[in-house]
């Protein structure tokens, strides 16, 4: 069976997390870890070592009768029977926790069992509504230790592309290799594939007979800084801008089971395999095996498909539940662009954007928008040429007699009112009274104490002339943390006020993320995916927030400005 020696040392990994989440004897953790090591190192693919001369492994540094006997069953049966025990011991997701400093084996057993934490997203959850202070053992100062640590592994992320800005190479490339000779197919897998707000690297993948073309296409475009890596079927470039792409070339027979496994997650596709292990097979990127037989692999379809499931979107593929809603064919209908409406946040020349309200409306006009909200920034935002209450009635004169002319488009009246720091607005309620649209942003004072952060949010959430929560936790990726609050409070407060919380398509705010946008979903708050354009291009971005609403799960009617013109002004008005 084949099995890069990458996925051998996979598989020595997770015994050696598992094996320590069961306290088992430390020398026997290391000697997995150990020929992880070297079996990831090995030059040679060790499952044909396997087969053609086993007794070899033996003479590999550090693995002994039993490790070598453990590669040849992984490579004859396509798994470990230990392995196989010790997940039916212990829960998924488990493992990953222990990666976080000062969080052990009886921590992270801890977390499952009192809080069903099993993963890393749903440890911030917690942590940031207090949760975990309250577990014997946990307390405030573990709680501030660990969010720090998640904070600092999301700061990590700064080496990141923004996924909008990667999208330039990652389109430019893909054309280019559909265009090479021999080429069948050609896909953006990875991180960037699920809508992934920002891209650790690229990952391309090309269904070819013969990958030469197509490697030569790749390793000499012009955007091309250096070559890292080049080989027959695989290479890996690094680009001008520092944005590194691995190119995969499959045959075509093997392209569904490749897309799957190159477009992941991880996490997916080790909760998938787990599945086909259950069934006695074997998946990985070149198909779904049974025995030595290939049994699914041309399509990703048909590979769901041999487990029994539906086609799963990309954007959901996080091991989320995605996996247990395909299985009871309970997937959502994932919103898409073209359930939008209109755009409810953008900005004219009349605050810090670069066209006049003229210009914005006949670019939504365009785009077949049925209303377009222009919300300047309120005095606060001096840098952005905030206005006061005589300027925002002047606008509101000058949109009336720009609406009697559009025929398709209805510009709405509405503002970005700043959040002081006590919680108060930046208009006077008389002017706030007279939009349509509302959305409280606030823009200064991000480091308040989470107490007095969340009291602030909650009171600004609360006034009864508020409508839309805008760019919710103020991050700017790679540049500034999301702001910390007691999050759920704040969600709380939106919901009972029926107040929507706000997408910013922004693509370096993307705010609110995925997972902050699912937990808001399921406390019953409504969605706005807003552009917060501030020319008439970008009133585009609103298909980076359309992404990020997908991976939370968001479906039409979660989101507000899916809505007729009617209905979204009697559901504002209300
Ligand atoms: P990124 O690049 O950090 O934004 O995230 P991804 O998801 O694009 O990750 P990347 O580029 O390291 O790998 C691309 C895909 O390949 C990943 O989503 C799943 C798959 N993959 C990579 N490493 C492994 C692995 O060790 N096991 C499994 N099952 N899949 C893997
Ligand atoms: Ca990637
Ligand atoms: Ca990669
Ligand atoms: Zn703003």
């Known amino acids: 069976m084949a099995m890069t020696n990458e996925e051998i040392a996979q598989r020595f990994l997770e015994i050696a997390d598992l094996l320590e989440i069961e306290d088992a004897n430390p020398f026997r953790v290391r000697a997995y ?9 090995h030059p040679e693919r060790l499952d044909q070592v396997a087969r053609s001369d086993p007794e070899s492994l033996k003479e590999l540094p550090g693995i002994g009768d039993d490790l070598a006997a453990k590669i040849v069953e992984l490579v004859r049966t396509g798994r470990l029977e230990m392995l196989h ?12 926790l222990m990666r976080l400093p000062g969080i052990g084996p009886s921590k992270a057993r801890a977390l499952h069992d ?32 660990l969010l720090a640590a998640l904070v600092a592994r999301e700061a990590e992320g700064e080496r990141r592309a923004l996924r909008a800005v990667a999208a330039v190479p990652a389109e430019a490339i893909a054309d280019a290799l559909r265009a090479a000779p021999g080429v069948e197919a050609c896909d953006i897998a990875g991180s960037f594939r699920r809508g992934r707000d920002t891209v650790g690297d690229l990952d391309i993948l090309v269904a070819a007979g013969d990958g030469e073309a197509a490697i030569e296409t790749f390793c000499s475009l012009p955007d091309v800084r250096s070559v890292l890596a080049r080989g027959g079927t695989k290479a890996t470039v690094r680009l001008a801008t520092g944005l590194q792409v691995d190119l995969r070339v499959v045959p075509p027979d093997s392209y569904g089971a490749a897309l799957l496994y190159f477009t992941g997650s991880k996490a997916h596709n080790i909760a998938l395999r787990r599945q086909a292990q259950r069934r006695g097979l074997l998946l990985n990127e070149y198909g779904l095996h049974r025995e030595k037989k290939r049994i699914a692999g041309r399509t990703e379809e048909e590979v769901y498909r041999a487990f029994g499931l539906p086609w799963i979107p990309p954007e959901l593929r996080e091991n989320a539940g995605e996996l247990e809603a395909a299985a009871k064919h309970a ?117 308040l104490p989470p107490r007095e952060q969340t009291r602030r949010l909650v009171r600004a959430v609360s006034h009864p002339r508020v409508n839309i929560f805008g760019h919710p936790t103020g991050r700017l990726i790679g540049r500034r943390p999301p702001s910390a609050y007691d ?60 992404s990020q609403a997908r991976r939370a799960w968001a479906v039409k009617k979660d989101v507000l400005n899916t809505l007729p013109l009617e209905r979204l002004l009697r559901a504002l008005a209300r």
């Open 114 to 145: 009192a809080l069903g934490i099993t993963s890393l997203a749903a440890l911030r959850r917690a942590l940031e509504l207090g949760h975990v202070r309250e577990l014997p053992g946990f307390g405030e100062r573990t709680e501030a230790r």
């Open 85 to 96: 025990e010790l997940e039916k011991r212990t829960p998924p997701g488990v493992a990953e």
């Open 331 to 447: 997937l959502p209908r994932l919103l898409e662009l073209a359930d939008i409406r209109g755009d409810l946040q953008a900005h004219s020349t009349d605050s810090d954007g670069r066209d006049d309200l003229a210009a914005m409306a006949a670019a939504a006009e365009a785009l077949g928008y049925e209303y377009l909200a222009m919300t300047d920034h309120s005095p606060a935002v001096r840098v952005a040429g905030g206005m006061d209450a005589a300027g925002f009635r002047a606008q509101a004169r000058r949109i009336d007699r720009l609406n009697a002319k559009l025929r398709k488009l209805r510009v709405l009246k509405g503002a970005e009112v700043d959040i002081r720091a006590d919680g108060s607005l930046d208009l006077d309620d008389a002017t706030l009274a007279r939009l349509d649209v509302v959305i409280a942003t606030f823009h200064s004072r991000f480091t």
């Open 487 to 546: 999050f759920g409070a704040v969600v709380k407060a939106c919901a009972e006020h029926g107040v929507a919380m706000e997408i910013d398509g922004q693509p370096e705010r993307m705010d609110l993320d995925d997972q902050l946008a699912r937990l808001a979903l399921q406390a019953g708050v409504k969605l706005v995916i807003s552009s917060d354009a501030h020319s008439t291009v970008e009133l585009g971005f609103m298909r980076w927030g359309v």
């Open 33 to 41: 870890r150990n020929a992880a090591r070297v079996v990831g190192e």
